[in-house]
């Protein structure tokens, strides 16, 4: 994403995430995975080559400051553009505006929605550049279906998409496709003049139906929250080594100062025992750090693995690392959070980032964690290194 509105001329994602919710109070700011739904759709927009800048329209001073948290930019919803009768069309259009007063000028407009998690990043990826090479004017996420639908009458239930008196089968039938909710990505002039998400050539842009849930009650919350713990622990990571940052890996990225200026941090005895579980099988482990604390230190030797710390050059001091205990870098695990773990990432070969990491970490994570920095992250890492060994043991 650009670092400044004068260099937005492309693609810009707008995400209406209002404060109230009935079906479910503070949905936009309920966690899926570690990661609040506002949060998730932000690190999906932050992924997409195409897309200049994200931006999130809302009227809640929480969802501000957990958009800002994620790196997107926020546009202050006014009232009367934040009640239950108000479409999320008025809500683009007063983001536009906003955004163009600060200096924007976007060609194309992406409208994600947070109550989706799974939002399908290749998808929307291909809906973008559609729209910018011109082969439509307006694409949305949807999912295939070949199901009867029906309607109910006076008379008594009546086909919609099909002769009641005729079943045909699967395969001679034409497929249908329902909208997922996910993703609209439209040319910002056509928006704005037809002042509806759909307008000149429509696209249909196929996502996994697995990435089709949407949120509108506390049932499909929770569903959603299961199926991210079972995405996370399902591949397995064939990785010879494991390093990690500090703060905001092992750590949920605060600290508590006392008025004595000691400083100590939370960390979790689930990761404690995932590092121990590596460290028994073998797996060396670091933890390499550009501070030098003394928290880092104890609880390196709590957990009895090597520790670099006072380390600006990260990168270098990783290699160096793994030359000493005979690992390529392609099969280490690198997990970082911030900015400045960004080349050490791209170093090896399976970069990981924690489900709250920043949108920069996000972007060259091959794998991003269903848990948070310090709530579950390590272990998750190291249940699935281990899976790995186990499964080529067998």
Not at 41 to 58: E, K, Y
Not at 372 to 384: K, Q
Request: aromatic share 4%; hydrophobic share 45%.
């Amino acid at each position: 994403m650009t670092e400044s509105m004068a260099d937005v001329t492309g693609t810009v994602a707008i995400i209406p995430a209002r404060g109230g919710s009935k079906g479910v109070p503070g949905k936009n700011l309920k966690e899926v995975g570690g990661v609040s739904l506002v949060g998730r759709a932000i690190q999906a927009a932050a992924q997409v080559d195409g897309i200049d800048l994200v931006a999130v329209s809302t009227d809640d001073a929480e969802i501000a400051a957990e958009s800002r948290r994620h790196g997107a930019v926020v546009v202050d919803r006014p009232a009367d553009l934040a009640g239950d009768q108000a479409t999320s069309e008025s809500a683009l259009v007063h983001a536009i505006e906003t955004l163009r007063a600060l200096g924007a000028d976007p060609k194309r407009l992406a409208f994600l929605q947070a109550t989706s998690p799974f939002i399908d990043v290749p998808a929307l990826g291909r809906a973008v550049k559609a729209v910018a090479e011109g082969r439509a004017d307006s694409a949305f996420s949807a999912v295939e279906t070949y199901a009867f639908l029906w309607r109910r009458t006076e008379a008594g239930a009546e086909g919609v998409n099909h002769d009641k008196s005729f079943r045909p089968r699967r395969q001679d039938r034409e497929p249908h496709y329902q909208e997922t909710g996910a993703f609209y990505v439209m040319d910002l002039e056509g928006f704005l003049k037809a002042n509806h998400r759909f307008f000149g050539r429509v696209e249909v842009i196929e996502v996994d139906p697995a990435t089709s849930i949407e949120i509108d009650d506390l049932h499909e919350l929770e569903l959603a929250r299961r199926l991210a713990e079972s995405e996370a622990g399902a591949t397995p990571i064939p990785a010879k080594a494991v390093v990690t940052d500090f703060d905001g890996v092992h750590t949920d990225d605060t600290a508590t100062v006392t008025q004595d200026g000691i400083e100590s941090v939370t960390v979790s005895r689930s990761d404690g025992m995932g590092v121990a579980r590596l460290r028994a099988a073998g797996v060396p482990f670091l933890i390499l750090s550009k501070e030098r604390n003394p928290v880092v230190t104890a609880r390196a030797e709590k957990l009895r693995v090597d520790v670099r710390q006072g380390i600006d050059d990260k990168p270098t001091a990783l290699a160096a690392w793994c030359a000493e205990v005979g690992v390529d870098l392609a099969d280490v695990v690198y997990m970082g959070n911030d900015i400045n773990d960004v080349e050490s990432m791209r170093l090896v070969g399976w970069p990981v980032a924690p489900a709250d990491a920043r949108p920069e970490a996000i972007a060259v994570a091959r794998v991003t964690c269903a848990k948070p920095g310090g709530r579950g992250a390590v272990r998750e890492i190291a249940e699935r290194v281990l899976a790995a060994r186990e499964g080529a043991a067998s």
